[in-house]
């Protein structure tokens, strides 16, 4: 009887460990409020290597002005992937000023890079779509402050 009960402690030991990896493994990102032709975007923060290498990965769903918003110390030209990624994204890439330079759909779980052609300071993930029904485009400023 000591056996079976060690046993099945043992196996809801790991079980929860388990759980406690795959769900709280990722902190918590900082969120902030910015605004694109005068609509709301809570956008999760993503501004260290760790959040950004994880980015919206193993996400089943995101509510629909919610996003996310890489930022970066300096303008580069940046590549994303959908490795992991299951919700359809579209990105758009935006210089420091707040200009969207461009925009691009991604496919959920691809590992084709979508490269900026332009120098950037930032990338916001939206659910795929979500600029087009905004009329949101290029050219158009985000305001991050």
Do not use: C
């Amino acid at each position: 009887m000591k056996r079976i009960l060690y046993f099945v402690f043992i196996l809801i030991a790991a079980a929860g460990s388990f759980l406690l990896i795959s769900m709280g493994g990722r902190e918590k990102l900082d969120k902030r409020i910015i605004t694109v032709n005068g609509i709301d975007i809570e956008a999760e923060i993503a501004d260290d290597s760790d959040s950004r290498r994880n980015g919206l990965m193993n996400r089943k769903s995101m509510p629909e002005n919610s996003g996310m918003l890489f930022i970066f110390d300096s303008d580069q030209k940046l590549s994303f992937w959908m490795k992991n990624t299951i919700i359809p994204l579209s990105i758009a890439y935006v210089a420091a000023d707040g200009e969207i330079m461009e925009i691009y759909d991604m496919k959920p779980e691809s590992l084709r890079p979508v490269e900026s052609a332009h120098s950037v300071r930032y990338a916001l993930e939206m659910n795929q779509g979500w600029f087009v029904r905004n009329g949101v485009s290029t050219g158009d400023i985000i305001e991050l402050d």
